[in-house]
């Protein structure tokens, strides 16, 4: 795992847009898993602003989202679907069809859990995938308690979730309770996990996370089982990894050849 502690957000969002770009370079066609929640937002817009300025092309690429509010339909505002349309997609050269979102109105949720999952599988999997981490520690919807092997699946919020994500909402009890999630098994065949995360909030996750012993307690730490794994952290959501200085230091000292804005 790579944990890379950056002066704040633009700086992550300018090492997504690093990465992105030498993801997109070597592999045109590239399969994105893409995430919502406020945390990956800079990094979309950077991401929009080098592509629009013909730094590279989005326009062989494609998309899976994480994860959807069950009950909303894709219209809704504060649907995932609508949420990266107006975050990320409509400003960039993806084709309108390309993102696959899960289905919250879905009236046989098992299969379209299973739909999602084989047309992933069809799609040659995820290349990169974007995260972020709740301040309980899941990441899409998998909340603590999740199945580590789980696939795409309905799950419910923990309350602690659902007052983090009010601020979208009017009140705590307009979030929805279900949300449809891929599974952590899911999340982990995708080649390149990319978790970006900021803010003092999430710095005790992010510390679970990273150094902490893998459980489902904290859904996230199962990326320390994951071979690539890129963490872009702020000074403050960093702030309780006993590592931090080592972090640094290796950052600081990474060969040439191993940067991601040589492409
Ligand atoms: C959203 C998602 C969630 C968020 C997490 C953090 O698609 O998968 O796991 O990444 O809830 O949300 P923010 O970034 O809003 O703090």
Redesign the pocket.
């Known amino acids: 795992m790579e944990v890379v502690i950056l002066p704040d957000e633009q700086a992550i969002a300018n090492a997504a847009a690093d990465i992105v770009k030498r993801q997109v370079v070597a592999k045109p066609n590239t399969v994105f898993g893409l ?6 937002v800079a990094a979309y817009r950077e991401i929009a602003k080098r592509q629009n300025s013909g730094d590279f092309t989005l326009s062989d690429t494609r998309a899976f ?3 959807e509010y069950v009950g909303l339909p894709a219209d809704h505002p504060q649907s ?1 679907a609508a949420f990266i349309r107006s975050v990320f997609i409509d400003h960039v050269d993806m084709r309108d069809d390309a993102v696959r979102t899960l289905n919250g109105m879905a009236q046989d949720v098992p299969a379209e859990c299973a739909a999602f999952e084989f047309e992933i599988a069809q799609a040659g999997g995820v290349d990169l995938q974007f ?4 301040s309980d520690g ?4 998998n909340e603590p308690g999740s199945s580590l092997v789980s696939r795409t699946r309905i799950k419910t919020l923990t309350e602690q ?1 659902r007052i ?2 009010a601020r979208f909402f009017d009140s705590v009890s307009d979030v929805p309770r279900h949300v449809l ?1 891929q599974g952590l098994a899911t999340i982990m065949e995708a080649r390149h996990l990319l978790m970006l995360v900021n803010g003092e909030s ?1 710095a005790e996750a992010v510390a679970a996370c990273v150094e902490g012993p893998v459980s489902a307690m904290c859904p996230g730490s199962i990326i320390q089982m994951h071979p690539r794994v890129t963490v872009l952290l702020d000074e403050a959501a960093a702030g309780k990894l006993a590592l931090e200085d080592y972090f640094k230091e290796v950052y600081a000292h990474k060969p040439d050849w191993q940067r991601w804005n040589t492409s």
């Open positions: 995430a919502t929640g406020s945390s990956p989202m994480l994860d995932y995260l972020g981490i709740g899941h990441i899409a919807f979730t983090d994500n999630t999430k």
